[in-house]
């Protein structure tokens, strides 16, 4: 038997491995955290802001359900792209329906700055016009349905004065296993594990104190970044808050998505990483060694059969297999550990079939080659279309919108797939 078809088989199975511990210990320390918990009354005034652009297939939840939270003391922000937007009718139907407490401002996006994304245009414009007497900034993304305790379990840890921002995170549950759906989930469940465990801000559910936006210039930084949470953490540093994670608000995406789509929506993602976050090239080195040992093995297992070495064949391809299973059972740890979390409020995640879950373990190894890719790809872009727009990238704090026009709904299969962003 070969050495190296050991020693490969060996690396494969010790790397998975070392996943399945990580996200044991992602299970456990989501399943002893303690919620911070309600401080009871009202706390102040919350401003919830929401960026319109594009009628997101869950958009009429989201604001059905923005007007059903147990905080009572807050107003919603809906910052609209452009009257033409097919959600800009849509919105003005939910208020005249719903909206028996007068919550919605509405207004649209009068002219989006060239220097940053059209989500911190939204922001800037939005904080313009907040009421003078409001005490915390609230933010949620068009594909988030939140539930009705979501807005107090946001705002209640800012009773703390040692943080200064409260953040969950998103998890993607495909109702129908696409090939698309499925691989955005695998990628997902590898990148919740670090962004929970570090507390990296999401905006997707997310709030701090006005006076610590002020105090932390964040209308300034706004106006020359790409993303509106990607420059939170840096900002905050010299203020000495914390930034608080916290699992109740994970939040579950169904939303389908194309191949085609997530092969963008990755790369998207980590050259956000790339940009904001000093972890980016611990990133690079792991996804470099996990698919590096992937197409070792298969080298060393394809050699193994054309010298008719069988033992060596079977040695490394058990190891592949072992790593396949081992990394599959990862993400199924990991997402038994947000099942839990989204229990505590009536939610559930649907049960898996033995065919979906073959499905999973083989769609795997094309989850991690995707990963790699992307690292690469973000390491080098430095132009990326987003919603539409193309953004000019040239460092943290140097963005350039090319061209603004307002967002045009296509084939109702791609707007489908047009989502999360």
Same mark, same amino acid.
């Given at each position: ?11 494969? #199975? ?45 958009? $009429?939840?989201? !604001?059905?359900?923005? !007007?059903?939270?147990? %905080? ?40 989006? @700055? ?9 922001? @800037? ?13 609230? !933010? ?21 004065? $040692?943080?200064?921002? #409260? ?52 209308? $300034? ?27 109740? !608000? ?64 079977? #040695? ?25 979390? +989204? ?36 390491? @080098?872009?430095?132009? +990326? ?5 193309? %953004?000019?990238? $040239? ?27």
């Amino acid at each position: 038997m070969s050495i190296y078809a050991a020693i490969t088989a060996t690396l494969v #199975v010790g790397a998975s491995l070392s996943h399945l511990v990580i996200a044991c210990y992602f299970r456990t320390k989501m399943a002893l955290h303690v919620p911070k918990q309600p401080a009871g009354g009202d706390m102040g005034l919350a401003s919830v802001m929401l960026s319109i652009r594009g009628c997101d297939p869950g958009l $009429k939840e989201t !604001l059905i359900q923005l !007007l059903d939270q147990d %905080y009572d003391n807050y107003e919603v922000h809906l910052i609209i792209d452009d009257k033409s937007d097919a959600a800009w009718s849509l919105v003005h139907q939910i208020k005249s329906e719903f909206d028996i407490n007068n919550r919605f401002r509405i207004q649209e996006m009068r002219k989006p @700055l060239k220097t940053c994304g059209l989500k911190c245009s939204s922001l @800037l414009q939005g904080l313009n016009q907040v009421n003078n007497d409001s005490r915390f900034l609230v !933010l949620i993304d068009a594909d988030v349905t939140p539930h009705s305790s979501w807005l107090g379990d946001l705002i209640a840890p800012l009773a703390d004065k $040692k943080i200064g921002v #409260v953040t969950g995170n998103q998890w993607y549950e495909p109702e129908t296993p696409s090939a698309g759906s499925v691989l955005r989930s695998l990628w997902n469940a590898g990148s919740l594990v670090p962004t929970a465990i570090l507390s990296n801000p999401w905006a997707g559910s997310f709030a701090m104190r006005m006076e610590d936006v002020r105090r932390a210039k964040l209308q $300034k930084v706004w106006r020359k970044s790409i993303v509106d949470d990607g420059p939170i953490r840096r900002a905050l540093q010299p203020l000495g808050l914390s930034i608080y994670f916290s699992p109740s !608000l994970i939040m579950v995406n169904r939303d389908r998505c194309t191949f085609n789509y997530v092969n963008r929506y990755v790369s998207r993602m980590l050259t956000w990483s790339r940009i904001y976050e000093t972890t980016f090239i611990n990133t690079v080195f792991h996804a470099i060694i996990t698919f590096g040992l992937l197409l070792t093995a298969l080298g060393v297992f394809i050699t193994s059969l054309f010298s008719q070495d069988w033992t060596s064949a079977l #040695v490394i391809g058990g190891g592949v297999l072992s790593g396949i299973v081992l990394t599959s059972i990862s993400y199924f740890v990991v997402r038994n550990a947000v099942a839990q979390c +989204i229990s505590m409020r009536g939610e559930t995640l649907q049960r898996l079939s033995l065919k979906r879950v073959f499905r999973f373990m083989v769609l795997t190894p094309v989850a991690q080659f995707i990963y790699c890719v992307s690292c690469f790809r973000a390491a @080098l872009t430095r132009q +990326i279309q987003w919603r539409q727009i193309t %953004y000019q990238l $040239k460092g943290k704090s140097s963005v350039k919108m090319v061209r603004y026009r307002p967002w045009i709904a296509t084939e109702p299969e791609q707007v489908q797939s047009e989502v999360s962003l």
